[in-house]
C-alpha cells in the first residue's frame, strides 16, 4: 500500500538548514565540484555539526513519538548534492536518530519545484535562491539566518513563533500601511475586520500544526498527567483596533494559537526573549535583526510588498 503523504505535515529541509555545511560549502566555492566531491569522501564518517533548524527538526519529529497510530508528521530532506556527495548528511542523519527517511538530491538544481510532490507545508534553506525561487511560484519558503545552536536536549517542547502579516496572512494589509500610513491602515481593518484575510505562505502549516495541539487536548483528556509539547505564538506589531482581524482569520480557518502578541511596534526581541522559540518566522529582516542574534533561530520569508521594498513594521 502506497504512503499516504498527503495526510501529513510535512517539512523540506535543505541539508544547509538542518546541518553547519561551512567548511564544505567553502571547499565547493574556492575549489569547484570536483574537489568537493573528493572532501566529502574524505570526510564521509566525519559527522556534520547541527545546523539552524537541527532543534526544531529534532522536537518536530518527537510529535511522532507522542502518537506513533497516527504518525501525523514527516520531514523530508531536499538537497542541491548527488546521491555520492549527499551520503555524508544521510550518515549524519542517522547518527543524530533523526527520523527522516526520505529524499530528493538533485545534482547541483535547486529541489525547490519537487515541493508539491511531496505535499511541502514548509521549505527551510540557507540557500537565498531557492527560498526567493520558491516563494516566486507559491511555494512556503523560509531562508534560515546564521544564528547560534542551543539544543537544550532536556527541553522537549516545540515552540514555534510566527508573525502574522506577510507570513501568516497575505500583504494585504501591509500594502495599506506602506502606501498610507498608520492611520489608513487601521481605518482600513477596522472597517474590513469582520472579513478574513486570505492565507499567506505558511497559513497551511500553521494550521496543520495547529492540528498537533488537538491530538494533545485529546491526550490530555485521556490522561491528565500527559505533558504538551507542542507550544505556538502569534508575534505581530499589529494593535487595537487592528487585532480584531487577526482573531476573524482564526476563527475562520478554525485555529489559534497558545500565546498571541499584539505589540503595536514593540521591538518583538522582548517578546522572543521569553518565548524562546525554537523558530521564529517574520518577512521583515529589519523585525528579524532586531531580535537577539543570540540562540534564537530567526527565518526569513521574502513576500510580499515588504520584500519588493524598504520593509515598515507590520
Known sequence: MPFQIDDKLVIGIASSALFDLSASHQVYLDQGAEPYRLYQEQHLDTILGKGVAFPFIKRFLNINKCFPRQSPVEVVLFSRNSPETGLRVLRSIAHYGLDISRAAFMTGKSPYSYLPAFNA???????????????????????????????????????????FDGVLADDESETVFKTGGLDQ??????????????????????????????????AQRRDPAYRRIVRIAIITARSAPSHERVVTTLKSWGVSADETFFLGGMDKSRVLGVFKPHIFFDDQLTHLRAAPGGTIPMVHVPFGVANRAPALPA
Open 121 to 163: 507545508s514548509l521549505f527551510l534553506s540557507a540557500n537565498e535562491d531557492d527560498v526567493k525561487s520558491a516563494i516566486a511560484v507559491n511555494y512556503p519558503a523560509g531562508l534560515v539566518l546564521p544564528s547560534q545552536i542551543d539544543d537544550g536536549d532536556d527541553d522537549l517542547e516545540l515552540r514555534v513563533a510566527f508573525d
Open 185 to 218: 491602515f487601521h481605518a482600513h481593518e477596522t472597517l474590513h475586520m469582520g472579513r478574513p484575510h486570505s492565507p499567506g505562505p505558511l497559513a497551511s502549516m500553521f494550521q496543520k500544526l495547529a492540528m498537533m495541539q488537538r491530538l494533545e487536548e485529546r
